[in-house]
C-alpha cells in the first residue's frame, strides 16, 4: 500500500507546518558540539556530520537546503551525511550554529519528553537492519532519525484527525526530500505487510527493535519484532545478533554525544 500524499487542506497550512519545523531548535547535547566544533579550527565537515546526523533538527535543515532546486538535486538527497558533503562546511556551519543558537531563546520548545532519545534510537536500529540488508545506512538511519518529526509541531495537537506520520510526511514532501523518504515516513505506523517501500519496513523494524532497548514515550502499533523482521525476509534467529548490535551502537552513540 503507498500512502498518499496528505490534504494540507484538511490538516494544517503547509507553510505553518513547515515553519514550525524550521523554527526546532536542535537539541542541548548536539547544540553544545557544534557550537564547540565551530570554533575549532581543525574541525572538518566530517565532525559536523557525526553531530547532525545525531539530532532530528540539524539533519532536517541540511537535508532541506541540500534538495533544494538551487542544488540540482531536489528529491534525491535521502542522508544527512551525503547533504553535509554537497553543501560544505561553510554552509553546515551556518545553519547549525544558527539551529544550535536557538537554545539560548526563552521558553525553546525542544519538542515532545523523550523525542529525541526515541528519534536516536529507532535511527541506530535501522540504520543496523539496514547493514543486514546491504542497503544504504545513511539513508536509514535518517529516516529513523525523522520518522517522528511531526510529533515535534506544537500545535499538532489542535489538528483535526491528523497524525503525526501524515504531518511529517507532509513537511517533509514540502522540503523536497526524496519520494521513498517521504513514504516510509508516512507508513512508519502502518502493518508492516502492507508497506510495499523497503525504507519503511526497515523503519518499522527499527523502531520496535529499538523499544525493546528503550520504551518509547508516545503511543506505538502493536507490531512485534518478529512481524517486521519477516516482512523484510529477515529470520528471527537473527533477532539476538540484531539486538546486541544495536545496544553496542546506542551505547557508542551516548559517549560520542557524552551522556551518561
Known amino acids: 500500500m ?18 514550525e519545523l524550521a523554527r526546532l531548535p536542535a537539541q542541548p547535547f548536539a547544540a553544545m558540539q557544534v557550537l564547540r566544533l ?8 566530517a565532525d559536523l556530520a557525526r553531530v547532525i546526523e545525531t539530532d532530528p533538527a540539524l539533519s532536517a535543515r541540511v537535508m532541506r537546503l541540500a ?17 553535509v ?7 553546515v556551519r551556518a545553519l547549525a550554529v544558527s539551529a544550535s543558537s536557538g537554545l539560548l531563546a526563552e521558553q525553546v520548545d525542544l519538542g515532545p519528553t523523550g523525542f529525541w532519545s526515541h528519534s536516536v534510537v529507532t535511527a ?12 544504504p545506512v545513511s539513508d536509514a538511519f535518517s529516516a529513523g532519525l525523522l520518522h517522528d518529526l511531526g510529533l515535534a ?13 501524515e504531518v511529517g510526511a507532509l513537511a517533509l514532501d514540502a522540503w523536497r526530500f526524496p519520494r521513498t523518504f517521504v513514504r516510509a515516513v508516512a507508513s512508519h505506523h502502518e502493518a508492516p505487510d502492507r ?23 508516545f503511543e506505538e502499533p502493536d507490531t512485534t519484532s518478529a512481524q517486521a523482521l ?16 544495536i545496544e553496542r551502537e546506542v551505547d557508542r552513540l551516548a559517549r560520542f554525544l557524552g551522556e551518561d
Not at 565551530?38 to 565537515?45: G, L, M, P, Q
Open 124 to 135: 541506530v536500529a535501522s540504520s543496523v537492519v539496514a547493514r543486514h540488508l546491504g542497503t
Open 38 to 45: 565551530v570554533e575549532d579550527a581543525k574541525a572538518s565537515s
Open 230 to 245: 519477516d516482512a523484510l525476509a529477515l529470520p528471527k534467529s537473527r533477532e539476538s545478533q540484531l539486538m546486541a548490535e
Open 2 to 19: 503507498h500512502p498518499q500524499p496528505v490534504d494540507s487542506s484538511k490538516v494544517h497550512p503547509r507553510t505553518a507546518i513547515t515553519d
Open 195 to 217: 508497506v510495499s517501500g523497503s525504507l519503511g519496513r526497515i523503519i518499522i523494524a527499527g523502531e520496535a527493535l529499538g523499544r525493546r532497548v528503550q520504551e518509547s514515550p
Open 67 to 83: 534538495n533544494a532546486p538551487y542544488y540540482g538535486l531536489s528529491g534525491k538527497v535521502g542522508s544527512a551525511s551525503r547533504a
Open 153 to 165: 509541531i506544537p500545535h499538532l495537537a489542535e489538528l483535526d484527525g491528523a497524525h503525526h506520520a
Open 85 to 91: 558533503v554537497l553543501l560544505g562546511f561553510s554552509a
